[in-house]
């Protein structure tokens, strides 16, 4: 009796005719790949129907994306190195990718300069030690600020210990530190970029990142009456910082304790004094 014959063949064909039809209309219609990167989320929600939600993995187009790059258009490459970054992707089917996430940031920071910090903070995920060592020994802004802006945003890296390590890096990277031998890089303000006045506008928050650190220590001081360790408890306890959650009741009461040593340490202390 003839065994039935394999369907793998036929399923390999329609996917491959498949892949040709969107080649001929992706031509047929003008597209770049660059373009065709640019509206998929756009173009994937109409072709779903008003108020359609995506899947995460479907928001950035690595049909597309890649090709974009080879195009020279630096948000296509951007696309892609988020891609490879989060491991999520329409049509993308690997896992996170480090070393090609630096690799399409960095084509994207040679095209449009705006993209570089993403390049330095794909650099520092891929290579902690690494990252660490340029704010240490190198006193590089953008590692320095990489690894500040992941202590505030809740990913949980750097960890408790790198975080502890970086601190007194970060301080002086804000210029709350400075030795004689390595100014403040906050003194370069006036010639960065405006993604990295943002990330230096991050500074304010280290109180609370190294309260977050040691809070024993700085509760204690806070009972000792120093408002501005009050105060860094309280902006610690309103976001969470470093495993610490946040407790709002907790924030309220440092704050007008703050408010109380220092009426001036706060813009709104007087209303927050007046508050029950």
């Not at 960095?106 to 993403?118: H, W």
């Not at 301080?171 to 230096?200: H, M, N």
Request: aromatic residues 8%; hydrophobic residues 40%.
């Amino acid at each position: 009796m003839d065994e039935a014959p394999s369907p793998w063949p036929m399923i390999g064909g329609i996917f491959a005719v498949a892949i040709v039809g969107g080649l001929f209309f992706q031509w047929l219609e003008g597209d770049t790949w660059a373009e065709d990167c640019r509206s998929h989320e756009v173009e994937l929600r109409a072709s779903r129907g008003e108020g359609a939600r995506l899947a995460p993995d479907e928001y950035h187009s690595f049909w597309s994306c890649p090709s974009g790059c080879d195009e020279g258009d630096a948000y296509s490459c951007n696309e892609t190195a988020l891609i490879y970054a989060s491991g999520q992707g329409y049509t993308y089917s690997g896992g996170v990718d480090w070393p090609k996430a630096v690799a399409y940031a960095g084509r994207a920071c040679a095209l449009e300069s705006r993209y570089c910090v993403v390049e330095a903070k794909y650099r520092c995920k891929s290579d902690p030690v690494a990252c660490r060592e340029a704010c240490t020994f190198g006193g590089d802004f953008a590692a320095c600020s990489t690894l500040l802006e992941g202590m505030l945003d809740g990913s949980g890296w750097p960890s408790a210990s790198t975080a502890a390590d970086a601190l007194p890096l970060l301080r002086v990277a804000c210029g709350l530190d400075a030795p004689s031998d390595l100014p403040p890089l906050a003194r370069k303000a006036g010639i960065l970029s405006t993604e990295q006045k943002r990330q230096l506008s991050q500074c304010a928050s280290l109180p609370a990142v190294a309260c977050a650190l040691d809070l024993a220590t700085c509760a204690q001081t806070c009972d000792d009456g120093e408002a501005a360790t009050c105060k860094a408890l309280a902006d610690l306890f309103d976001a969470g910082r470093v495993g610490i959650r946040e407790d709002k009741v907790k924030a309220s009461a440092y704050r007008a304790k703050a408010c109380t040593l220092d009426a001036s340490i706060e813009p709104d202390c007087a209303a927050i004094l007046l508050s029950p």
